[in-house]
Nanobody
């Protein structure tokens, strides 16, 4: 079956870095755009970053601009989120998603979702 699996989450001190990966199996996703979302306890799931399938365009929510970088490697069928200068407000479960349409800030723009990986940033 088609499956997306996130990895790379964990516990890190404020100011540190993490690199999240989202590996796909069951099919090749070279024609799919990619996005990252996150959900903190008691909060709604929110958009973090998106990238065109070709890697030619990237989009970020204001709170992570200059700190996070989304990238895609179609040869490995994998999407990445490099997170630098982490702050406690970044603590959340992070989800990757893939969609056939244009890169989107909305959850409805994606057809496939991973199970999420926990990121915890301590003070």
């Amino acid at each position: 079956q088609v499956q997306l699996v996130e990895s790379g989450g964990g516990l890190v001190q404020a100011g540190g870095s993490l690199r999240l990966s989202c590996a796909a199996s069951g099919r090749t996703f070279s024609y799919y755009n990619a996005g990252w979302f996150r959900q903190a306890p008691g909060k709604e799931r929110e958009f973090v970053a998106a990238i065109a399938r070709s890697g030619s365009g990237t989009y970020y929510t204001d709170s992570v601009k200059g700190r996070f970088t989304i990238s895609i490697d179609n040869a490995k069928n994998t999407v990445y989120l490099q997170m630098n200068s982490l702050i406690p407000e970044d603590t959340a479960v992070y989800y990757c998603a893939r969609g056939i349409g244009v890169p989107s800030r909305r959850q409805s723009g994606y057809e496939y979702w991973g199970q999420g990986t926990q990121v915890t940033v301590s003070s």
